[in-house]
């Protein structure tokens, strides 16, 4: 069954938070980190629960498990006790009004358009997707994320 969710007082999506529970359920652990062992995943398995909290709370309103991003990326080594990085979820849905954080750009390239959900955190919905995992059902919402998430693991090197 389909939902309208506002994010953020921005975005309106609609989703189906059971389809994408399931879809969740049926993805390994760690979704798109499953096997991987490098420092930045091994960080976000032991960090996603201090993502901040109105971001963890647009995923769980989705029906997204936090614990399997589709995709993680780092953007800078990590520093101290913090880690800038990126990377994205799904959900089954569509989004229905707020602009598609990928857009167009020079060169044949997206421009990436986030928002600010707290202090060094971004957050953007686009319908482009990359790195779906082949059992996620259609249509499908990109829920990317951009910014300093606690580092909580020893650094190596
Ligand atoms: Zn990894």
Redesign the pocket.
């Known amino acids: 069954m389909r939902h309208r969710v506002n994010v953020q007082g921005y975005w309106l999506v609609s989703v189906d938070r059971d389809a994408t529970t399931a879809a969740y359920a049926a993805l390994p652990a760690w979704g798109g980190?499953f096997g991987?062992?490098?420092p930045?995943?091994e960080n976000f398995r032991h960090a996603y629960g201090l993502l901040p909290p109105a971001f963890l709370s647009v995923l769980i309103t989705m029906g997204v498990d936090p614990t399997k991003p589709a995709e993680?990326y780092d953007v800078e080594p990590p520093q101290g006790d913090l880690c800038l990085c990126g990377g994205w979820y799904h959900a089954v849905g569509e989004l229905l009004s707020g602009r598609d954080a990928l857009q167009p750009g020079q060169l044949n390239r997206y421009e990436v358009i986030l928002r600010e959900v707290t202090a060094g955190f971004r957050m953007g919905i686009t319908a482009r997707l990359a790195a779906l995992p082949g059992s996620f059902p259609a249509p499908a919402l990109q829920i990317e994320f951009w910014g300093q998430i606690p580092w909580v693991i020893a650094s190596i090197g």
């Open positions: 980190l991987c062992d490098t930045l995943c993680l």
